[in-house]
């Protein structure tokens, strides 16, 4: 069965061309179009090396040349990560997309402490320490909570 796939060409100088691709599922094979193999030729041609990449499922496999105009796609190279160290990496080396959502995640937590604080305020008529220390813990909660999550949200300013 031949579908669409994305295929990335990464070359030692730096250029990048993502396309559209035949992929044959069965057969385990990628069929390039002329213009990413005059790519690939100049680029071997000006003395650089380069890399094709299919991308399914979000991994990226490497393409093993097997003709001209066709690659191999090579799974057996690519080493899935298992889901104890993906949670690792996404808490300890999250992605800039992760920590935009860690971001957005801490400030709507801000905001749900924010109102917290202000209904728990509202719905007390007489007052002791207790609840003074609690409004006063659910707004320092929700101020913390924006901080880190303005941290969280700069992308990639630094």
Known sequence: M?????VVLKTTNGDELTCAVHYDRDSNTVTLPTRVLDIRDDAIDQGDRYVLLLIDNGYQYPLVRSS??????????VQ????????YNALFNPSK???????????TLSAASLVGAITYTSGHAA???GEIANATLLFAGAVVLFCIGAVLSQGERQ
């Open 2 to 6: 031949t579908a669409l796939a994305k």
């Open 68 to 77: 001209q105009a066709s690659y191999r796609v090579d799974r057996a190279s």
């Open 80 to 87: 899935r990560r298992g889901w104890s160290k993906g949670i």
């Open 97 to 107: 997309d992760q920590r935009l959502q860690y971001g957005r995640f801490l400030h």
């Open 127 to 129: 007052w002791a320490s």
